[in-house]
C-alpha cells in the first residue's frame, strides 16, 4: 500500500506522462490500467476492473468503456477535446447487466 506521500508523487508522475495524450480509444485501457496500478496500488487490475461492460439503456444495450463493481463506478473515457454533458444522462439511465439479469 502506498503512503499518502507516494501517492501524491505517483499521481505527479501520471498526470505529467498522461497530460499530452488525446486519443480516447487507442490509450484509455493503458491510462486506467497505468492509474489504478500506480497511484491507488492496485495489484491485480485485471480483477478489479472490467472493459467494454454491457449495460442496459432504455430498449438497448451499449457498452460502457469500463465498470470498477467493488466501487459501482461507471466510466466513460473521453479525449480531452471531447465535450461529456451527453454522457452525464446516459450513465443515470444504466442498468448494470450481470448474470442474473442479463436481457
Same mark, same amino acid.
Given at each position: 500500500?502506498?503512503?499518502?506521500?507516494?501517492?501524491?508523487?505517483?499521481?505527479?508522475?501520471?498526470?505529467?506522462?498522461?497530460?499530452?495524450?488525446?486519443?480516447?480509444?487507442?490509450?484509455?485501457?493503458?491510462?486506467?490500467?497505468?492509474?489504478?496500478?500506480? !497511484?491507488?496500488?492496485?495489484?491485480? !487490475?485485471?480483477?478489479?476492473?472490467?472493459?467494454?461492460?454491457?449495460?442496459?439503456?432504455?430498449?438497448?444495450?451499449?457498452?460502457?468503456?469500463?465498470?470498477?463493481?467493488?466501487?459501482? !463506478?461507471?466510466?466513460?473515457?473521453?479525449?480531452?477535446?471531447?465535450?461529456?454533458?451527453?454522457?452525464?444522462?446516459?450513465? !443515470?439511465?444504466?442498468?448494470?447487466?450481470?448474470?442474473?439479469?442479463?436481457?
Amino acid at each position: 500500500m502506498l503512503t499518502t506521500k507516494q501517492q501524491a508523487a505517483a499521481a505527479k508522475a501520471f498526470a505529467k506522462k498522461w497530460a499530452t495524450e488525446g486519443s480516447e480509444k487507442q490509450k484509455d485501457q493503458s491510462f486506467w490500467n497505468h492509474l489504478l496500478e500506480s !497511484v491507488y496500488g492496485i495489484e491485480k !487490475v485485471e480483477d478489479y476492473i472490467v472493459y467494454q461492460k454491457p449495460v442496459k439503456l432504455k430498449r438497448s444495450t451499449q457498452y460502457i468503456d469500463a465498470y470498477i463493481p467493488a466501487t459501482r !463506478v461507471l466510466i466513460e473515457h473521453k479525449s480531452a477535446d471531447k465535450p461529456l454533458d451527453c454522457h452525464m444522462q446516459r450513465n !443515470v439511465e444504466y442498468e448494470i447487466i450481470t448474470e442474473g439479469n442479463r436481457s
